[in-house]
C-alpha cells in the first residue's frame, strides 16, 4: 500500500490555492521545525487502518488473502541515527549490512470478479477514513514526502561525514586499515575503497507456489534473510565503529543532524502544513472505523 536513510524518492507536487497560502503562513509560525513535522505515527495509523479494513473486506467478499499485514512504524527509520555501525557488538555481527525482512504467505488470484472486489474493498475501506480520493491523495503524497526526507537527509549525511572524514581516516590509518596511495576517502562509496570484501545476505529459502481451488495460488512465507559478514568486513566495522567513536565523528555528526533535519524539511514545511490536519482527521477516524 505504502512503499534507510537512503530510500528513493520521486517528483514535488505543487499546491494551489488559499489552502497553500494558509500553509505557508503556519510553516513561517515554525521556523525551527524539524522532522517532527512529518507525523509518521499518524500515517502508520491511517494505513494500519486502511489495510484491516480492506482484509476484512476482501475476506467477507470470499477471497480470504491469509494473515493480515504485520503492524509496522512505517518511516520508522527517520528517527534511526545515520551512519552505523556504532557500536563494537553490531559492528561484529552485522558488518555494515541488514537483514532483509520476512515475507508473509500471499494468496494471488485472478479474474474479473476478484479484481471488481479488490477495488470495491478498496474504497470500502478509504471510505470509512474519509473522502476515498482525498484519503489516496494524501496518503500516497505522504509517502512521497517521507522517501524524499530519507533521500535528501543521507545526502546531507553525506556531505558532512565527507566533511568530517579526515580523523576518522586516520585512526583507520593506526588500525590497519589505511587508504590506498593516492585515494582520498568518498563517503559516496562503499568500504570496498578500503580494499575491504563485504557479505551478503542468506540465499532466500524458496517453496514451489501451490494451486488452490478455483484458480487462486499460494506463494508460501519467505522467512528473514539474515546478513553474513565476511570476517574482513566485521574486523574492518569494528575499528571503524571505535574510530567513530574516539574521533568524535559520531558526536559531531548527531550534534549537526537537528539542523540537518530543519534543512530537508524546510522545502516541505509549507505542504505538510497543509496536509497534516487532514491526515490527523483520517488517523481520528482510523481506530475506530477498524474495530
Known amino acids: 500500500m505504502l512503499s534507510r536513510i ?22 513561517r509560525q515554525q521556523p525551527e521545525a524539524g522532522f517532527e513535522l512529518f507525523l509518521r505515527d499518524k500515517l502508520t495509523r491511517v494505513e494500519q487502518a486502511g489495510q484491516t479494513l480492506f482484509h476484512r473486506c476482501i475476506t467477507q467478499a470470499g477471497y480470504p488473502p491469509g494473515a493480515p499485514p504485520a503492524p509496522r512504524d512505517l518511516f520508522g527509520w527517520l528517527a534511526d541515527k545515520p551512519v552505523k555501525p556504532r557500536t563494537v557488538d553490531e559492528a561484529r555481527t552485522n558488518g555494515f549490512g541488514t537483514a532483509i525482512p520476512a515475507q508473509p504467505a500471499q494468496i494471488r488470484r485472478t479474474g474479473q470478479e476478484y479484481y471488481a472486489a479488490v477495488e470495491r474493498c478498496d474504497n470500502a475501506a478509504r471510505a470509512k477514513l474519509g473522502d476515498p480520493a482525498e484519503v489516496a491523495q494524501v496518503r500516497d503524497r505522504y509517502a512521497e514526502i517521507g522517501n524524499r526526507l530519507g533521500h535528501e537527509l543521507g545526502l546531507r549525511v553525506k556531505a558532512v561525514l565527507q566533511q568530517e572524514s579526515d580523523g576518522l581516516v586516520a585512526c583507520l590509518g593506526t588500525k590497519g586499515y589505511p587508504l590506498p596511495k593516492g585515494v582520498r576517502y568518498d563517503a559516496g562509496k562503499n568500504v570496498t575503497q578500503f580494499g575491504i570484501r563485504l557479505g551478503a545476505n542468506t540465499a532466500p529459502v524458496t517453496k514451489p507456489v501451490r494451486a488452490l481451488t478455483g484458480g487462486a495460488q499460494l506463494r ?57 490536519p487532514r491526515l490527523e482527521a483520517m488517523a481520528d477516524r482510523a481506530t475506530p472505523a477498524s474495530r
Open 6 to 27: 537512503l530510500a528513493a524518492g520521486v517528483a514535488v507536487a505543487g499546491l494551489l490555492g488559499a489552502a497553500a497560502c494558509t500553509a505557508q503562513a503556519d510553516a
Open 220 to 276: 508460501p512465507a519467505v522467512p528473514a534473510r539474515p546478513y553474513r559478514p565476511t570476517a574482513q568486513e566485521s574486523a574492518f566495522a569494528v575499528a571503524f565503529a571505535e574510530c567513530g567513536t574516539s574521533s568524535g565523528l559520531f558526536d559531531r555528526l548527531d550534534v549537526r543532524l537537528a539542523s540537518l533535519q530543519r534543512e530537508t524539511v524546510a522545502p516541505y514545511a509549507a505542504e505538510l502544513a497543509e496536509l497534516n
